[in-house]
């Protein structure tokens, strides 16, 4: 079988990478931008520090802010149309996931306008065409959406997560500039660096992983466990470590999969809107527990990428819990919490199982769950 890696046509790294924007834009041929930002990154300054670019460029452009935190079906719908009326030929997306992954589908849609009822692109859609360019822009340094082939969009009807995976959406462009990161408060940094760990561990140890997306994970791995606390504490170089480190984790898990920390984390964010970040954190160091019998060695790999001394000489129970424990540590350092408390309702559980089980992260896990399993590993954090 034949093992397939997908990744952005170029990638910008470094401060001052959004110079680079209108150099790609004009390379391009591309005539005007639809820029798809949240709310508060317009409010505070943030997307027109890429807006700045385009207007000494002289390219054109509007702008599309209808984006919710977790973008909503009707978001999507929102700037399909708002693309058609702008009269634009790519999109800009500047932000988290939220932003970048709304762009996506928007993308996918005008090019694929099959799939316009939104819902019919969950899971592996069988789209025909290539999305409108997408030029994508992290705020945050987490996601890695610039450089995966995977979004999520909000059933807000159903209260659930459609993740969607498709070849056609990455971004032909991804512009990771730490400069852009910089005015994350404290608990997003946080959150979003825990979502980037979350990736490249269950990246890792999921069924799909090889040796090319274990070389990525790996040293995200290492790059992260290295510059989180720094990040948080919004040093220059916890900044430009987390950006890369978020980045390499990217291209690992978005050709190989994920597991049962994301397929877990959707529904909480479906059903209460609980910030992603947060809850990979707070489920990785228990996930990582229920799994570890079928991680083989990768554990001892983890714990010695994680910084953990000593790792070759431990039995490998001890590596294991080593692994677990050094993440556990790194989650507490940087304030995440370490329950579900005041999040999960006990009378929710049963619906919360059955949505991880429906979940797209799923079979990827190393280890096959049923939904007891699932709502045990809820149960535990409460």
């Known amino acids: 079988m034949a093992n397939r890696f997908v990744l952005n046509e170029t990638s910008y790294h470094g401060k001052g990478a959004i110079q680079e924007i209108a150099t790609e ?58 693309f058609r ?124 992983a090889w040796a090319m997306s274990d070389m990525f994970h790996l040293k995200a791995i290492e790059i992260i466990a290295k510059h989180l606390r720094g990040a948080v504490a919004n040093t220059p170089e916890g900044r430009e470590g987390m950006a ?3 980045y390499v984790a990217g291209m690992g898990f978005s050709n190989v999969g994920l597991g049962i920390v994301h397929s877990m984390a959707h529904p909480l964010g479906a059903l209460y809107d609980t910030p992603h970040g947060i809850a990979n954190a707070i489920l990785l160091p228990t996930v990582m527990e229920y799994n570890a019998d079928a991680t083989g060695e990768k554990y001892r790999d983890i714990a010695r990428a994680m910084g953990v001394a000593g790792t070759d000489a431990m039995t490998l129970d001890e590596a294991r819990k080593a692994a677990c424990d050094a993440v556990r540590e790194l989650s507490e350092d940087v304030g995440i919490p370490a329950t579900l408390k005041g999040i999960v309702k006990e009378e929710d559980l049963d619906f919360l199982a059955q949505s991880a089980m429906n979940d797209a992260c799923r079979p990827g896990n190393p280890k096959e769950p049923t939904k007891e399993d699932i709502v045990a590993l809820y149960r535990s954090l409460l």
């Open 25 to 82: 834009v004009k390379g391009r041929g591309f005539g005007k931008c639809l820029v798809c930002s949240d709310p508060d990154l317009i409010k505070f300054g943030v997307a027109k520090k890429v807006t700045d670019v385009l207007d000494a460029a002289g390219i054109a452009y509007e702008i599309f802010s209808e984006i919710k935190p977790n973008p909503t079906i009707e978001n999507v719908r929102a700037g399909v149309a708002a």
């Open 85 to 208: 009326k702008s009269g634009a030929d790519c999109l800009i997306a500047i932000g988290g996931g939220s932003s970048m992954d709304t762009a996506k589908a928007i993308g996918i849609i005008i090019a694929n306008p099959e799939f316009e009822d939104v819902r019919s692109l969950e899971g592996v859609a069988p789209t025909k065409n290539k999305s409108v360019p997408v030029i994508a822009v992290p705020t945050t340094a987490g996601t890695a959406a610039e450089v995966t082939i995977n979004y999520v969009i909000t059933d807000a009807e159903k209260n659930r997560k459609m993740v969607c995976v498709d070849v056609h959406d990455i971004p032909v462009v991804a512009v990771i500039d730490p400069d852009m990161m910089s005015s994350m408060p404290k608990g997003l940094t946080a959150a979003t660096g825990m979502d980037a760990l979350t990736h490249a561990i269950e990246g890792y140890i999921t069924k799909g």
């Open 244 to 246: 890369l480190g978020q």
